[in-house]
């Protein structure tokens, strides 16, 4: 299970130290949709250029106009983006050809996805699907959702989950073949992040830290 | 019929010769999504700046985070801003409840919003709802989708409509209680903006030219 950093509400200057201070434990740098609407594509520029052999994910959440997000997100570095699985089926194919051209990769984030769309969600098999709790509502059954999600849709396989992760639900979501865990305040706002995103990296079964 | 002049794929500078060029035949200026992505909050705070007395929707097409995000476009200056009915009911409430306490308006974009959600969605009497035909799928009914909205719904009253508007679609969206109208390229792409703004500044019933 790879580790994600979601950098969000923080200042360009600030994400980049987070990175700095916990790249060693983390296999994927996130700039969170806060940084890209805060600061605009720059946040992803200077993070790509502050890490430049880093996995750097830009969380568009792109609801519309595919092609033009797409395309200035990896013209600006990114190695994935997100788009909505509740974007219209159009949007997520555009996305998906645009990461194609560009030998990239597409997560599509299940946020609000209704049932109807998840079927044909199906026809996207390079993407990573990204189970998502939403922020705004408190509910946390991510166990549940990932074991009917899993058994409903086994063709997706490459997944990920995001929403509030802390690390006592590491051993839980273990269970699952989920490829990355998106980990955003139960690093960064934890009064040491290092050791915080340590903490997770030996959780998900990894030894010693990476020279980075 | 209001017309709000979506400013999208432009540098900050050009959307504000844009505005300038156009503002005595529009009554709303939107900072569009991608120039929000393309440069954060600075994009709608130097649009502030350059105008004003005029009224400014922040299209943040908001999925989650609603309170990070509506605090962020009110304090930067927006009059409006935008939250997806396809998000969660719990973060458009969120953005319902920031946007009373700026004493500030919701416009609730109807883009993908599946009609289980649409159910929910009217209890926001004061927010504006916008039925929006995305730009990455071709398909424009939107008089029919307009009529069965009317229809089906007449407690949502505040009604815009976007989405590749044309200055012949004016006639018949003219048959509807559209309070907003909003034009993108129709206006911004064609080679004179301020002869384009006026013919739709006509075309919804206006006489002559504000003085601005």
């Not at 997706?156 to 490829?179: H, Y």
Request: charged content about 30%; overall charge negative; some cysteine.
């Amino acid at each position: 299970m790879k580790i994600q950093l979601a950098l969000d509400r923080l200042s360009i200057e600030e994400a980049i130290e987070m990175g700095k201070k916990t790249q060693a434990c983390v296999d994927i740098l996130e700039v969170g949709t806060s940084l890209i609407k805060d600061y605009g594509l720059e946040s992803l520029s200077r993070i790509r250029a502050a890490f430049p052999h880093k996995v750097i994910l830009a969380d568009l959440k792109t609801m519309d106009e595919g092609e033009y997000e797409f395309r200035a997100a990896f013209t600006h570095g990114a190695d994935l983006a997100t788009v909505m699985g509740a974007a219209s089926i159009d949007t997520v194919k555009i996305c998906y050809r645009v990461a194609e051209e560009y030998g990239r990769s597409v997560m599509i984030d299940l946020l609000e996805t209704p049932k109807e769309k998840l079927e044909f969600l199906t026809c996207f098999p390079k993407a990573v699907f990204c189970l998502h709790t939403p922020k705004d509502s408190g509910i946390r059954e991510l166990s549940q959702e990932l074991k009917e999600f899993v058994h409903r849709y086994p063709q997706m396989r490459r997944l990920a989950v995001a929403g509030g992760i802390r690390l006592d639900d590491v051993p839980s979501l273990s269970a699952f073949p989920v490829e990355i865990l998106v980990v955003g305040s139960a690093i960064s706002q934890e009064r040491d992040p290092e050791a915080a995103a340590r903490r997770f990296w030996a959780a998900v079964g990894n030894e010693g830290v990476r020279h980075v």
